[in-house]
């Protein structure tokens, strides 16, 4: 039986960015299904009494600088690290690709291109024309079908209650991957995650 793979991440996250690819080409080499969950991070990292990043002390922010330079390199992705437009409000984004999963589509490439564009790209994806033109360029036929989608209050309600099943799961940060029940934080916890898929 196919295994799936709760991913709950923050539609802006520097380590759901750089981390995203290699857990799409573990699930795939695993024939596991990954199960989109972008979440609202401030909530969750309010209910584990977490200081976001952007609010911690220089010293904190200058590691994590580091750190996502570093596997940026490591996963051959570019990225700044002082995107212009981060933090930034996910709601709309995320509940684009809940809108994308929702109708049976794979949210994979739009999560990305989403990730990418804070990252790589300077794109503000909280505004919504940003997001018009992400979710056309990733799913030109079906855009109108999702963007409908995502801009309702019931794809809102989702997100938060995504966002509260995160909370009940233990989840305290982006990205999160449970397996079984298994938990693995960070982008850098993948190789355990791929061991418990075995996958080499």
């Known amino acids: 039986m196919s295994k799936t793979i709760e991913y709950y991440y923050a539609i802006m996250s520097g380590f759901a960015y750089l981390g995203e690819p290699e857990l799409r080409r573990i699930a795939s080499r695993a024939g596991a299904t990954i199960s989109y969950k972008p979440i609202d991070i401030v909530a969750v ?30 996963r051959g992705l570019p990225i700044n690290t002082a995107p212009k437009h981060w933090p930034v409000a996910p709601k709309d984004a995320s509940c684009a690709v809940l809108a994308a999963r929702d109708l049976g589509l794979d949210p994979g490439d739009l999560s990305t291109a989403f990730l990418r564009g804070v990252w790589a790209e300077d794109k503000n994806i909280a505004d919504k024309e940003t997001i018009v033109s992400i979710v056309t360029d990733v799913f030109p036929s079906k855009a ?12 809102g309600a989702e997100f938060e209650r995504t966002s509260k099943e ?19 934080f960070g ?14």
């Open 45 to 74: 990292f309010a209910a584990s009494e977490i200081v976001p990043p952007a609010k911690q002390s220089p010293a904190r922010r200058a590691y994590r600088d580091a750190e996502l330079k570093r596997w940026s390199e490591t």
């Open 144 to 155: 109108t079908e999702i963007l409908d989608r995502a801009f309702t209050s019931e794809t």
């Open 187 to 200: 982008q850098d916890r993948l190789d355990f995650l791929a061991r418990t898929l075995s996958v080499p």
């Open 166 to 184: 995160a909370i009940a799961a233990g989840v305290f940060g982006s990205p999160t991957f449970i397996v079984d029940g298994e938990m693995f």
